[in-house]
């Protein structure tokens, strides 16, 4: 009983495909995320979305869609792959004034 | 925009020796999060801190928190091999996203 599960775990693509990587919870949070871990290990917040409603954009490129058909579903939708993409994306969940609950992780890599 | 920054970025460690880390972030927050990540893993929460002078322990790990101060600390007592990890603090600055600083990864060595 996975609290916040992210499929696939890796990705290996070529430059300019596009992908998609799923994310649920289950944990009844209204809040979901997405996160980008780059090669350094930095974090940095990609989008958040509230009751499947998008709260926070952080001036990424459009090539990446984030979708939410239901509160417990946020998927990410990656067009035109680059290089530059290549990291580890983790989905998150939280509740407000708690704790946020990270994915298992996808590591992209683009050739 | 809120910065968050720790210090140090790498950290060995001997082994039965205590240690500190430090948060420091630039905007007034009153939430304050210290996650472990291991090498190809996801983020496991440590401690979530609330308020102002909150402190909280586990294990050989204990954190606090100083609003005013702008600063967080993660004091690392009588260090054992399984605390090698990158350590990140995090700061809630609304209620839909996290800043993180950019990460302690620590070695404990015999």
């Known amino acids: 009983d996975t609290a916040v599960s992210q499929t696939p775990k890796y990705l290996v693509t070529q430059m300019g495909n596009d992908k998609s990587i799923k994310c649920e919870q289950n944990?009844?949070?209204?809040?979901m995320y997405w996160y980008k871990q780059d090669s350094k290990k930095f974090l940095k917040i990609m989008f958040s979305?509230?009751?499947?409603?998008?709260?926070i954009n952080e001036t990424v490129p459009n090539r990446f869609s984030p979708k939410s058909p239901d509160k417990a579903h946020l998927n990410l939708h990656i067009n035109s792959l680059e290089l530059g993409d290549s990291a580890v994306y983790f989905c998150?969940?939280?509740?407000?004034?708690?704790?946020?609950?990270f994915g298992p992780g996808t590591r992209l890599t683009v050739t | 925009e809120l910065k968050v920054e720790q210090n140090p970025l790498f950290l060995s460690m001997q082994e039965g020796k205590n240690y500190t880390i430090y948060c420091n972030y630039s905007?007034?927050?009153?939430?304050l999060y210290w996650y472990r990540q291991d090498p190809g893993k996801s983020l496991e929460s440590l401690f979530v801190?609330?308020?102002?002078?909150a402190v909280k322990q586990e294990g050989r790990l204990m954190a606090s928190l100083d609003t005013k101060a702008r600063l967080s600390t993660l004091h690392i007592t009588a260090a054992v091999h399984d605390l090698s990890a990158t350590y990140f603090c995090?700061?809630?600055?609304?209620?839909?996203?996290?800043?993180f600083g950019a990460g302690t990864t620590v070695t404990v060595r015999a």
């Open positions: 995090a700061v809630s600055f609304n209620d839909y996203k996290l800043s």
């Open positions: 944990l009844g949070h209204d809040t």
């Open positions: 905007t007034t927050s009153d939430r």
């Open positions: 801190l609330l308020s102002n002078g």
């Open positions: 979305y509230n009751n499947k409603e998008l709260i």
């Open positions: 998150a969940s939280s509740q407000l004034v708690g704790d946020y609950y």
